[in-house]
């Protein structure tokens, strides 16, 4: 961007051989406006506006309707469970992959891949055909008063899914690209293992582990569909801030609808400029796991 | 600190990396581990690092088995192709970092550590760069911190793996004759691995040269140049012309020329070597009979490719610059030093120099 404000000038008479003309320049980066603007800041001011239509004590009010506190406490509870859950098995799994050859490799990591390749929709009903009144636990559940479908560990266990591979995906490529070395000169110089992983291991994987903690927490924040085939959407029980935002919505209530789904974008907008943040500070290592 | 190696074997799922390599390693020497790629040198070195474990033979270092020792019992200071400096850490951090892990009791005052980083920054010529950060490094700066890292613990043995191998050519060359000054300051056993045969020649008290998970021969640069164990060294290392010829009657012959006596009963096909520099244009009775095929400029010398009657292809041969001699021109080739190999067994060597047959 910055080397065309510094070229304009002097256009035309020694402008790259590979540069495209002023006048395409300029229908390009038009063009790429006016899609920014008609599919991302319109919708997004408009979250914001309709959220703010009766002003800000109109706002407080709707946010202050218990099903909707409802929906963001089991929201974080969510995000609160599935974030150290992933933070530990993405480390793991990553440290187990680029650290060792053992048979079935290939296999875990095709098998970390899976929940993007799966719609969210069925791997929220492959759950209710499995642990739902009539699935094949089901029985076995009821007879123990577990309630797995329609409750919190259903909601739990569909979004354990979808963000399984979000911080693996992350680490596998900046472990593998690292290599080992460092970890033995540490084992070599005395460290015990324990020690080297967090003096050695720990630093290096840092900002590739809180990028992809980053990711799974927006994942699991906003995650639907899997989520809308186990939840039952039960008011102030199980939904979420997502199937809140619906729920309101099919009520008719575009305000309150307006309001949650303002919360949800303010996530997101926090967690894009955290994430430009880390790419900034960490521009080098994430450029070298892109080629992979 | 010795080292003694019996009968060392690794064994990679199905294939061989290391059978039964024997090498003592005597006290204060620098020794390299010198092959081709898949020679598997870096195996022997990982192991007696402690990084693999062998299957089969054992490891002393002194009288103390290493069976049993973890890496972190052995003390071994190891230097990697890539460095392996922890980057979130200063160069005084990297160095003081093996000092800094040890248990309490047996911990170093932090006093003591400073002085200690100071003493081989001093070591290393890095006087000033504590603060720095590996990235701020020059790849060889950075192979001095890690050298430096390695010493800090005052290990029994220093293991270098392909320490130069990432550097340019000329860096690489300072580094080689300030890691000889290093060690003969410090005295360390040092072992170190190479593919690179002027670097192994150069540093060395002795050379092993490692051929398919097998020392092939273990001696000093002078010998492993000037009196290659096998074939393989003689490809391997330096130029080598290579002529088949046959055993008859106890005598090694190229074409009606005598070159050497065998000893009765070796007869049939065998190999001999000889390098250029040990071959001179001479009519004399002892030297083989040839046509000269072609001649190049090769650096400060001339080489000749010459065709020896009664043998198959072409033998390469240092030419003096003066002489007047063109293509086609028949000549007499006597070889002052070679090697003849039945099977790949050496069955004679013969040095006119020293007039030993």
């Known amino acids: ?292 | 600190m010795d080292i003694h190696i019996r009968g060392l074997r690794k064994t990679f799922g199905v294939s061989p990396a290391l059978h039964g390599v024997d090498l003592d390693i005597a006290s204060g020497e620098l020794i390299g581990l010198l092959g081709p790629s898949g020679s598997g040198k870096t195996t022997l070195l990982r192991i007696l690092a402690g990084l693999e474990t062998p299957t089969g033979g054992d490891i002393h270092f002194g009288d103390l088995d290493m069976a049993g020792q973890s890496i972190q019992e052995r003390r071994v200071g190891f230097v990697f192709q890539s460095y392996a400096l922890f980057r979130h850490m200063t160069v005084a951090d990297n160095i003081a970092y093996g000092l800094r892990v040890r248990p309490r009791a047996t911990r170093p005052s932090a006093r003591a550590i400073a002085s200690r980083v100071e003493e081989l920054l001093g070591l290393v010529q890095l006087t000033g760069y504590e603060g720095r950060y590996p990235g701020q490094l020059s790849g060889g700066q950075r192979q001095r911190v890690a050298l430096a890292r390695a010493l800090a613990v005052e290990p029994r043995v220093l293991l270098l793996d392909e320490p130069f191998g990432a550097l340019d050519a000329q860096v690489r060359k300072d580094l080689r004759r300030w890691l000889r000054e290093i060690h003969d300051r410090t005295g360390h056993t040092t072992v170190f691995v190479t593919h690179d045969q002027d670097e192994a020649l150069e540093m060395s008290d002795r050379v092993a040269v490692l051929n398919r998970g097998a020392i092939e021969q273990v001696a000093t640069p002078d010998a492993i140049y000037d009196d290659p164990a096998t074939p393989f060294i003689y490809g391997f290392i330096g130029d080598a012309n290579r002529v088949e010829i046959n055993l008859r009657g106890g005598q090694a012959r190229i074409g009606d020329t005598v070159l050497a006596r065998v000893g009765a009963g070796k007869e049939g096909p065998a190999e001999l070597f000889f390098r250029p520099e040990h071959a001179a244009i001479d009519d004399g009775p002892r030297s083989a009979r040839g046509t000269l095929v072609a001649l190049r400029r090769f650096g400060a010398k001339r080489r000749g490719e010459i065709r020896l009657d009664g043998a198959a292809g072409d033998i390469e041969l240092d030419l003096p610059i003066g002489a007047a001699l063109k293509p086609g021109d028949r000549l007499g080739v006597r070889l002052d030093r070679f090697a003849i190999f039945a099977d790949g067994r050496r069955v004679s060597v013969l040095d006119l120099a020293t007039r030993a047959a």
């Open chain 1, 1 to 292: 961007m910055s080397d065309i404000a510094v070229r304009a000038p002097t256009q035309g008479r020694d402008r790259d051989a590979t540069a495209e003309s002023p006048a395409a320049r300029a229908i390009l980066i038009g063009l790429a406006v006016v899609i920014l603007t008609l599919f991302l800041f319109l919708p997004l001011a408009t979250v914001f506006v309709g959220a703010f239509e009766r002003g800000i004590t109109g706002y407080l009010k709707t946010l202050g309707d218990p099903d909707t506190l409802a929906a963001v406490r089991l929201t974080c509870i969510v995000a609160a469970i599935c974030v150290p859950v992933h933070l530990t098995f993405g480390v793991a799994a990553a440290w187990a992959i680029s650290r060792f050859d053992f048979v079935g490799k290939s296999l875990l990591v095709t098998l970390i891949d899976l929940p993007f390749s799966v719609s969210p929709v069925i791997a929220g009903l492959v759950y209710v055909l499995l642990f739902g009144s009539r699935g094949v636990f089901g029985p076995w559940l009821a007879a123990h008063d577990i309630q797995i479908v329609f409750a919190v560990p259903g909601i739990v266990l569909a979004t354990l899914f979808v963000t399984f591979p979000l911080v693996a995906r992350e680490l596998i490529p900046l472990m593998q690209q690292q290599g080992s070395d460092d970890e033995q000169a540490a084992l070599t110089l005395g460290a015990s293992p324990f020690t080297m992983f967090r003096k050695v291991t720990l630093p290096n994987i840092k900002w590739g582990l809180l990028y992809g903690v980053l990711l799974c927490n927006a994942r699991a924040v906003g995650e639907f569909g899997a989520v809308a085939v186990l939840s039952g959407h039960i008011r102030g029980a199980t939904n979420t801030m997502p199937l809140h935002v619906e729920a309101l919505y099919n009520d008719y209530d575009m305000t309150g609808a307006f309001v949650v789904a303002s919360l949800l974008a303010s996530l997101a907008l926090v967690t894009l400029a955290i994430k430009t943040f880390l790419e900034w500070r960490y521009a080098d290592e994430i450029a070298r796991r892109r080629r992979h």
